[in-house]
């Protein structure tokens, strides 16, 4: 089986950074995905991590330690249209295809 | 807009009745999935199709869906005798099999079951 754990909610102020930790654990790890979520919408991509180390994309960066299983979303400069759910997801090798499951998601509440 | 679309947006329905909802991935997209979302939860998996061959189901699919993705374009899938705890929002998501993984979501659908 597999476990993804995320923090259920985090609030934080416009402008200032926020971090949002994942931690996992599966067999045949390929990778991690980061999505965002606002309210009534379909997930949107921000990430996917393969390889140990950050990626910095704009305001996002995610990080991911495999032999840790562990991994992060830092959101810098926070903006009031950031408050949404980001959600961890991990990409494994199932039956010759990648399977990718979803943690139960953030919830970001960003506050003036 | 991801490319991806999902028809109804919404559907309202009464328990025992049979509902379809329909899937239309990125076209150069051989990949499709079907997840579902509850409130407060992230989507889970419910079944991939490669092509047109349904690859795997997840045991969350019971007797009552059947999905099915016949010309390996468009894909439909199918709640028979539909119960309460059905309601929730059916996303639908489709990839390429080479190059990036990234799964572009579709809009959804939202079920609700009275």
């Known amino acids: 089986g597999q476990n993804i754990d995320q923090p259920t909610e985090m609030t934080a102020t416009e402008g200032a950074i926020v971090q949002i930790n994942c931690t996992y654990q599966?067999?045949?790890?390929?990778?991690l995905f980061w999505y965002q979520q606002h309210a009534g919408e379909a997930p949107t991509f921000l990430s996917y991590?393969?390889?140990?180390g950050l990626e910095e994309k704009g305001r996002f960066s995610s990080f991911l330690s495999r032999s840790k299983g562990y991994s992060y979303l830092l959101l810098k400069e926070l903006q009031m249209k950031d408050s949404a759910s980001y959600l961890c997801?991990?990409?494994?090798?199932?039956?010759?295809?990648?399977?990718?499951?979803f943690g139960i998601g953030t919830k970001l509440q960003v506050i003036p | 807009d991801t490319g991806v679309s999902q028809n109804p947006r919404h559907k309202i329905t009464k328990r025992g009745q049979n509902v379809t909802f329909r899937c239309d991935p990125i076209?150069?997209?051989?990949?499709l999935y079907w997840y579902r979302q509850t409130l407060g939860q992230g989507p889970e998996f419910l079944t991939y199709?490669?092509?047109?061959?349904?690859?795997?189901k997840s045991r969350l699919l019971s007797d009552r869906f059947s999905a099915e993705r016949p010309k390996g374009s468009f894909s439909t899938l199918e709640i028979q005798r539909t119960e309460q705890g059905d309601s929730a929002m059916y996303l639908c998501?489709?990839?390429?099999?080479?190059?990036?993984?990234?799964?572009?979501f579709g809009p959804g659908t939202r079920l609700t079951v009275l």
């Open positions: 998501a489709s990839s390429l099999i080479a190059g990036a993984i990234e799964q572009f």
């Open positions: 599966t067999s045949g790890f390929n990778g």
């Open positions: 076209s150069e997209h051989n990949r």
């Open positions: 199709f490669q092509n047109e061959a349904q690859l795997e």
């Open positions: 997801a991990v990409s494994r090798r199932s039956g010759g295809y990648q399977k990718v499951t």
């Open positions: 991590n393969v390889l140990d």
